[in-house]
C-alpha cells in the first residue's frame, strides 16, 4: 500500500527566503509527526499533530518554523527566513497505534 | 530525562558474521522501544518494536533484538549479515505519555566486509 510521501525531495535555497515541505501521510493514520536529520544533531522531534488537538509545538527550534495539518490529513512544515543551519532532511512520519511509518524526507540546502 | 544511548558510531563485520548492535535508553517507566534502519538517501525503515510481553523480539529482514530492563538495553542482534545489511541503525524510545515522539539514538553505521 501506499507509504508516508513527501515533497519535494531536494530543495535547495538561498538563505532568506521561505520554503514549505508537503507530508502526505498514510490514509487513516491520525497522527503526524515532523523530525530533522542533521549531522551535527542527529534526528531531533519538532511538532507533532493528532487528530483535531493543539499541536504539540515544542521541538520547534525558533519562531521562523511553523507547521499546519489541514483536514486530518496533508501537513505542511514552512521554514521562514531561512538560515544555513536549517540545512538538514526533513523527515514526516504517521502514526498507527504506537508504530511510526516514515517518508523519505526533504532534503533542504540553504546557499 | 529521557534519552538513547548506541555507543557504537561505526561497526565493520565480514558478510556471513554475527552482528550485534548495541542500544541503552534512560526512561522512567517501561518505553516503546523501536529499531529502525535507513538507507543512503532513504527514509527510516521500522525494523521491530518492543512494547510488553516477550523480551526477544522479531523483526524483518532477519533481526531479533532483547529487551533488558536489568540493563536498560535494547541490543540487535542478527546471525548471519549480509552485503545488503550495509546501513545506518537507530535505535528509538517513545513516550505515549507525551504523544508519541520518538528520541532517537545517535545512530550506528553498519559496514560489511565481502
Known amino acids: 500500500g501506499a507509504g508516508v510521501s513527501q515533497s519535494p525531495s531536494n530543495k535547495v535555497t538561498e538563505k532568506g527566503k521561505d520554503v514549505e515541505l508537503r507530508c502526505d501521510p498514510i490514509s487513516g493514520h491520525t497522527a503526524l509527526y515532523w523530525y530533522r536529520q542533521s549531522l551535527g544533531q542527529g534526528l531531533e522531534f519538532l511538532i507533532y499533530f493528532q487528530g483535531n488537538s493543539a499541536p504539540d509545538k515544542s521541538g520547534l527550534p525558533s519562531d521562523r518554523f511553523s507547521a499546519e495539518r489541514t483536514g486530518g490529513s496533508v501537513s505542511t512544515l514552512t521554514i521562514q527566513r531561512t538560515q544555513q543551519e536549517d540545512s538538514a532532511v526533513y523527515l514526516c512520519a504517521s502514526r498507527y497505534f504506537e508504530t511510526q511509518y516514515f517518508g523519505p524526507g526533504t532534503r533542504l540546502l540553504v546557499l | 530525562a529521557q534519552s538513547v544511548t548506541q555507543p557504537d558510531i561505526h561497526i565493520t563485520v565480514s558478510e556471513g558474521a554475527s552482528l550485534e548492535l548495541r542500544c541503552n535508553y534512560s526512561y522512567g517507566a517501561t518505553p516503546y522501544l523501536f529499531w529502525y534502519v535507513q538507507s543512503p538517501g532513504q527514509g527510516l525503515q521500522l525494523l521491530l518494536k518492543y512494547f510488553s510481553g516477550d523480551t526477544l523480539v522479531q523483526g524483518i529482514k532477519g533481526f531479533e533484538a532483547e529487551f533488558k530492563r536489568s540493563q536498560s538495553s535494547f541490543n540487535l542482534r542478527k546471525p548471519s549479515v549480509h552485503w545488503s545489511d550495509a546501513a545506518e541503525y537507530f535505535c528509538?524510545?517513545?513516550?505515549?505519555?507525551?504523544?508519541?515522539?520518538?528520541?532517537f539514538g545517535q545512530g550506528t553505521e553498519l559496514s560489511v566486509k565481502p
Open positions: 528509538a524510545v517513545g513516550n505515549y505519555n507525551q504523544g508519541g515522539k520518538l528520541i
